[in-house]
């Protein structure tokens, strides 16, 4: 039986992952060897994604825990290669733009190992996010690129990348030559970029239905359904920079006077807060641990409004139709600032990010009716293509 290699690392990629695991066990077609590089190994941040989303046990645990970026990559990067000459799989997924990410990926083409990169093509166009160099390092080094969205598509074509096919309708619509192409992929094979859509799509329809029944956030916390905002901060841009995490905190603390604030805070933000003195206490500001996917999808689904930076919490509030103030430079999912669904700002005073806020949350503001990710089944088109290369 053929193999797959899948290399996890961090939250986002378990959420994305988990569909795909889901229908790759069902079919039977294909070995998957699991990976979890240990990037996020706090319980709130990664096994109870394992959990509550059926994904299966990792075969195998590379324990890297935190570090600075360089050393992280390299601790992975090792411990990918030496899995990869005990596996021998005949092909690496990868997902996103993590240092899990584009360590597999390295490790994966030095071993001759073919890549298939799932959410290939995105860019923020800014190189000093590490996520931005993760992509595009990733996606050149790819042999199989599959794209969640056009932009997607049109950035790839401008890095002389041409897409192969467009297979959202179905694998029916690709040519004989074209399957042919993917049973003859290599690293040193041009690169095949496939339209599939966004695999988080998949997971917020799957997962969504599960959260319904099962989490029950909402009561324990006490809050009141579309009265509260839901904040998530862990970018490095606003984490890692005291003034600028101090205008959030200051934004949040505003905010909360006139709405309830439900604040999951990641290890990352809570570490940073602490260094850097910043005073939290106020009335209106619920401070919580980080939560599983279940309950997230509960938090956002029951929010008046979304204030994040990150990339997934944007469109898990796009799937729920709540507006959303994303406290970034440049965001890499521009579909959802043009539909009016999502707002972009650098946070530079508390006050434009209030005054932004009540502009987002106003129930007069124009949003488009759109679905530029997919019909939600991008799995089983992942994995039909992965079908083709390997059989």
């Known amino acids: 039986m053929k193999s797959i290699m899948t290399v996890l690392g961090a939250r986002p990629q378990f959420i994305k992952a988990a569909c795909v695991s889901r229908q790759l066990k069902t079919d039977g077609i294909i070995r998957e060897i699991i990976v979890h590089t240990g990037q996020h190994y706090d319980q709130n941040m990664s096994q109870i994604f394992f959990d509550e989303m059926g994904i299966p046990r990792p075969d195998h645990q590379l324990n890297v825990g935190s570090g600075n ?56 166009f800014n190189r000093l996010m590490p996520e931005e160099i993760n992509r595009v390092v990733t996606d050149h080094l790819s042999s199989l690129l599959l794209c969640p969205t056009d932009l997607a598509v049109a950035n790839l074509k401008r890095e002389g990348v041409s897409l192969t096919a467009d297979v959202r309708a179905g694998l029916g619509g ?48 006490g809050v009141k359904g579309s009265d509260y905002a839901l904040l998530t901060i862990h970018r490095p841009e606003n984490t890692d920079d005291a003034t600028r995490l101090g205008t ?55 929010a008046s409004a979304i204030v994040t930076d990150s990339g997934g919490v944007q469109k898990e509030a796009f799937f729920q139709k709540v507006a959303c103030l994303t406290l970034r430079d440049q965001t890499e999912w521009v579909e959802l600032t043009d539909s009016g669904w999502n707002t972009l700002l650098s946070p530079r005073t508390a006050d434009e990010i209030c005054e932004t806020f009540r502009r987002v949350t106003h129930p007069e503001t124009e949003r488009t009716d759109c679905q530029p990710y997919g019909s939600g089944n991008t799995a089983d088109l992942i994995c039909q293509v992965l079908y083709h290369c390997l059989n």
């Open 248 to 302: 959030i905190v200051e934004a949040v603390k505003k905010i909360a006077q006139d709405m309830q604030v439900v604040w999951p805070i990641h290890p990352r933000t809570a570490k940073a807060l602490e260094q850097s003195g910043i005073e939290m206490e106020c009335e209106g500001l619920l401070r919580i641990a980080p939560v599983g996917y279940l309950d997230m999808v509960m938090l956002e689904k029951n």
């Open 174 to 221: 690709i040519s004989d030559e074209i399957k042919g192409n993917l049973a003859d992929i290599t690293v040193n094979t041009p690169a095949t970029a496939l339209q599939t859509g966004d695999i988080m799509y998949d997971t917020s329809l799957y997962y969504g239905a599960k959260a319904e029944s099962s989490s029950d956030i909402i009561e324990r916390l």
């Open 69 to 124: 970026q360089s050393k992280q990559t390299a601790d992975i990067m090792i411990g990918v290669e030496e899995l990869l000459e005990h596996e021998k799989p005949d092909m690496v997924m990868v997902y996103g733009d993590t240092n899990s990410t584009a360590a597999g990926a390295l490790a994966a083409v030095k071993a001759g190992c073919p890549v298939m990169h799932i959410e290939s093509g995105l860019r923020s």
